[in-house]
């Protein structure tokens, strides 16, 4: 039996992406499954096929769909504030974070159209960069996301992703305020913490997100809705060789 295309968005467009994809195949339900992330289909195979399949997947096409997968509204926005950050982490994808600009609010009124099917709640996360080091356009942003929830009877539920160095008195009273959930990022002690996130200067950040903490801590709910992050890099030989 040939492969049959359990999605009918093959045409969808091919990766652009240096990354080579590799054919997969897997089990599920007692089915054995085969999924080419090139041309994004994925297929119900018999058993016999699956090499085939992993060393031939592009001279397969499909026959009549199986079913259709339904489009899922979206329920959750990221929007990236700025690429500018206070820090220059070693490991930072985002390069030096020396980058200016600002995302304009034509761009996060556009962005929250992404949105307009959400029905249970709307979910906007803000990134950057360090979105903190743009406050103003975090509020407005926030504020027009909440005109939009209530217009449309959708409850908002904001998160932000910060490194923590910007966090004063003011913005924390805000974001505990405005339910918000937060991503800081501490890489463990201060000799490792200082060692991979410092300022542009150089200097350690360790007392500046401590700092940070501190203040999240004085507003309990807040402080319940806060996760730590840490990155490991593989640098510290006394974590390595556990």
């Given at each position: 039996?040939?492969?049959?295309?359990?999605?009918?968005?093959?045409?969808?467009?091919?990766?652009?992406?240096?990354?080579?994809?590799?054919?997969v195949a897997f089990d599920f339900a007692g089915r054995p499954f085969a999924y080419d992330p090139d041309?994004?289909?994925l297929h119900v195979c018999e058993p016999?096929?699956?090499?085939?399949?992993?060393?031939?997947?592009?001279?397969?096409?499909?026959?009549?769909?199986?079913?259709?997968?339904?489009?899922?509204?979206?329920?959750?926005?990221?929007?990236?504030?700025?690429?500018?950050?206070?820090?220059?982490?070693?490991?930072?994808?985002?390069?030096?974070?020396?980058?200016?600009?600002?995302m304009p609010m034509d761009t996060v009124r556009k962005a929250l159209t992404l949105l307009d099917g959400?029905?249970?709640?709307?979910?906007?996360?803000?990134?950057?960069?360090?979105?903190?080091?743009?406050?103003?356009?975090?509020?407005?942003?926030?504020?027009y996301a909440k005109a939009c929830g209530a217009a449309r009877?959708?409850?908002?539920?904001?998160?932000?992703?910060?490194?923590?160095?910007?966090?004063?008195?003011?913005?924390?009273?805000?974001?505990?305020?405005?339910?918000f959930s937060l991503i800081i990022s501490l890489d463990g002690p201060r000799h490792l913490h200082d060692d991979a996130r410092p300022f542009a200067d150089g200097s350690g950040s360790f007392d500046a997100v401590t700092r940070a903490l501190e203040r999240i801590a004085a507003y309990p709910a807040l402080a319940r809705r806060t996760t730590l992050r840490a990155t490991y890099d593989g640098r510290e030989p006394a974590v390595a060789e556990r």
């Open positions: 039996m040939p492969l049959r295309c359990l999605n009918d968005t093959a045409t969808a467009r091919r990766r652009t992406t240096a990354v080579p994809a590799f054919p041309s994004m289909r016999d096929e699956r090499e085939e399949f992993l060393a031939h997947a592009e001279q397969f096409t499909s026959e009549r769909p199986v079913f259709p997968l339904r489009p899922n509204p979206a329920r959750m926005l990221v929007l990236t504030l700025t690429h500018a950050c206070s820090l220059r982490c070693r490991y930072c994808f985002h390069g030096t974070g020396a980058a200016d600009g600002i959400a029905r249970e709640e709307m979910g906007i996360g803000f990134f950057g960069g360090e979105a903190l080091l743009v406050p103003g356009r975090l509020r407005e942003a926030a504020d009877q959708v409850p908002v539920r904001f998160s932000l992703t910060t490194n923590g160095t910007c966090l004063d008195d003011t913005m924390a009273r805000y974001l505990d305020a405005e339910h």
